[in-house]
Nanobody
Framework: QVQPVESGGGLVQAGGSLRLSCAASGRTFSSYAMGWFRQAPGKEREFVAAINWSGDNTYYADFVKGRFTISRDNAENTVYLQMNSLKPEDTAVYYC????????????????????WGQGTQVTVSS
């Protein structure tokens, strides 16, 4: 089992950058694919980016391709989301999640493929 804890959110101007971190407890962190989702007020939670257990497979939502980068450091039990060229529409609570399954080769993109969720971190982008 793994418990994610997000950090790094905050207020930034449009065009700026933030790096979110997700520290996950549990000795088996390196066995799980990890993902980032976000939820804006009044909207459903949506997929942002995912990375497989080994870090050699990633997948991004179209609206963040070329701007966001997901990475992981299995030695530090941490996954990152580097967010550049931020837009006001990126404003949301960002959630880190761990896959339900071990050693999935493809980065999972569906919400119900994830079984362990953090509490979220607020990202606000001002225009």
């Amino acid at each position: 089992q793994v418990q994610p804890v997000e950090s790094g959110g905050g207020l930034v101007q449009a065009g700026g950058s933030l790096r979110l971190s997700c520290a996950a407890s549990g000795r088996t962190f390196s066995s799980y694919a990890m993902g980032w989702f976000r939820q804006a007020p009044g909207k459903e939670r949506e997929f942002v980016a995912a990375i497989n257990w080994s870090g050699d497979n990633t997948y991004y939502a179209d609206f963040v391709k070329g701007r966001f980068t997901i990475s992981r450091d299995n030695a530090e039990n941490t996954v990152y989301l580097q967010m550049n060229s931020l837009k006001p529409e990126d404003t949301a609570v960002y959630y880190c999640a761990a896959d339900r399954s071990y050693y999935r080769e493809n980065a999972p993109v569906l919400l119900d493929q994830y079984g362990y969720w953090g509490q979220g971190t607020q990202v606000t982008v001002s225009s």
